[in-house]
């Protein structure tokens, strides 16, 4: 298959599970990789997003080359999933830093679903000293102190948000959800994790999960 122009297929593991997109949705399920062959437990989950019809196929691919029991071998820096006939070439992408990236809100994430939020109406930004974050909710912006732990180039931690200040506009009943939640996570401590280019942030069963630019 070849991918639409300015995508790209990404996939990460963690938690004896798997995380994938094809540049639309985000798929994610139980999976075990052990002995040389990706075995997925029962379909993969999925967010709900309408995709153009490009990317409606790759990602109908992807879930396809990833369900079907496939071979999976790790050589550095590259992972082969599948065969020369069915498969993909995946190299492994730094991660961004916490500090000084743009990062767009994608996905809200409870316990019983993972919900896809529209492009462009969310993110966030923590300046290059750690220390304050500005903040697009869903309709209103604000902006506040964090404290970061560990500082620097750390993958995993903590970031305690301060009270933020916030606007006050009135807003759409979907905006207005997107901002609940998104303002219910970020007060206090939250726990973050960086996987590539994407930001996981966690609080009690709630969560956030942006993608960097």
Do not use: H
């Amino acid at each position: 298959i070849t991918l639409a122009d300015g995508t790209a297929v990404t996939l990460s593991f963690e938690d004896d599970g798997i995380s994938a997109s094809a540049g639309c949705n985000t798929m994610s399920g139980a999976a075990n990789w052990d002995d040389g062959t990706l075995e997925v437990a029962g379909e993969l989950a999925t967010t709900m997003m309408a995709c153009p019809d490009g990317l409606q196929e790759q990602e109908d691919w992807l879930a396809s080359l990833l369900t079907s029991s496939p071979a999976i071998a790790l050589d550095g820096d590259t992972l082969i999933v599948g065969d020369d006939t069915t498969g993909m070439v995946l190299e492994e992408r730094a991660n961004l830093p916490l500090e000084g990236t743009v990062w767009q809100l994608e996905e809200l994430m409870s316990p019983s679903a993972v919900s896809a939020v529209a492009a462009g109406i969310a993110g966030l930004t923590i300046d290059a000293t750690g220390t304050q974050v500005q903040v697009a909710a869903g309709c209103n912006t604000g902006s506040g102190s964090v404290t970061v732990e560990p500082a620097g180039d750390a993958s995993t931690g903590t970031i305690d948000f301060g009270p933020l200040a916030m606007t006050r506009k009135a807003c759409p009943e979907d905006a207005m959800n997107v901002e609940a939640q998104v303002l219910t996570v970020l007060d206090g401590p939250v726990d973050y994790s960086i996987d590539g280019s994407t930001l996981t942030l966690t609080k009690g069963d709630a969560g956030l999960r942006y993608r960097g630019g």
